[in-house]
Nanobody, 119 residues
Framework: QVQLVESGGGLAQPGGSLRLSCAASKSIFSIYVMGWYRQAPGKQRELVATVTSGGTTYYAEPVKGRFTISRDNAKNTMYLQMSSLKPEDTAVYYC?????????????WGQGTQVTVSS
């Protein structure tokens, strides 16, 4: 079992930046894929970005060019650098991990961290 704990959420102004962290309770070296989902009020959970153990990344269209996902296996931590934030980025952000593929039914989830973008 792997426990995931997110941090770094909060309030940001439009155009601002935040960095989310996802700390794992054990080594993530062998975890194939990790990523971030988000869920806004009244909306379904949506995939934001993923990164594989080999460093391959994927970004959802709404965040391409603004968000950067990375993982530091030595620190057992994954990051999401969010820049040029927009009000529509407001959501609870969840980190997730899986040995095969990242889906809403993936193996491991964090508890979520709130990101609010507002002036």
């Amino acid at each position: 079992q792997v426990q995931l704990v997110e941090s770094g959420g909060g309030l940001a102004q439009p155009g601002g930046s935040l960095r989310l962290s996802c700390a794992a309770s054990k080594s993530i070296f062998s975890i194939y894929v990790m990523g971030w989902y988000r869920q806004a009020p009244g909306k379904q959970r949506e995939l934001v970005a993923t990164v594989t153990s080999g460093g391959t990344t994927y970004y959802a269209e709404p965040v391409k060019g603004r968000f950067t996902i990375s993982r530091d296996n030595a620190k057992n931590t994954m990051y999401l650098q969010m820049s040029s934030l927009k009000p529509e980025d407001t959501a609870v952000y969840y980190c997730a991990a899986d040995s095969v593929a990242l889906t809403p039914n993936s193996d491991y989830w964090g508890q979520g961290t709130q990101v609010t973008v507002s002036s």
